[in-house]
């Protein structure tokens, strides 16, 4: 049974940083695409990043780009996701996910596996 488990959201002020780790069991790691995705309170789950299997590929969300990274560790079996230059509108549960395949994707319907969520607040 494929687990992700997500951790290092918390409270932080406008301008500063975070960097969320996820986590995977139960699955070849190597085998999966990996992304975050992101839902704010009313509003819909959306897409932040991906990250090719072995991380040779990467794709964000134009509201992110520049400012987050995601990176993973094949032999850690995680991927994290840092965070610079926070802002108040990326206040939202940041969820894992991921799927078996190659292509990156931003649809959340494309991916298979979700972790539970981890909740980023930042203060304005």
């Known amino acids: 049974q494929v687990q992700l488990v997500e951790s290092g959201g918390e409270l932080v002020h406008a301008g500063g940083s975070l960097r969320l780790s996820c986590a995977a069991s139960g699955v070849t790691f190597s085998r999966l695409v990996m992304g975050w995705f992101r839902q704010a309170p009313g509003k819909d789950r959306e897409f932040v990043a991906s990250i090719s299997w072995n991380g040779g590929r990467t794709s964000y969300a134009d509201s992110v780009k520049g400012r987050f990274t995601t990176s993973r560790d094949n032999a850690e079996n995680t991927v994290t996701l840092q965070m610079n230059g926070l802002k108040h509108e990326d206040t939202a549960v940041y969820y894992c996910?991921?799927?078996?395949?190659?292509?990156?994707?931003?649809?959340?319907?494309?991916?298979?596996?979700w972790g539970q969520g981890t909740q980023v607040t930042v203060s304005s």
């Open positions: 996910a991921a799927y078996l395949g190659n292509t990156l994707r931003t649809s959340a319907s494309a991916y298979e596996y």
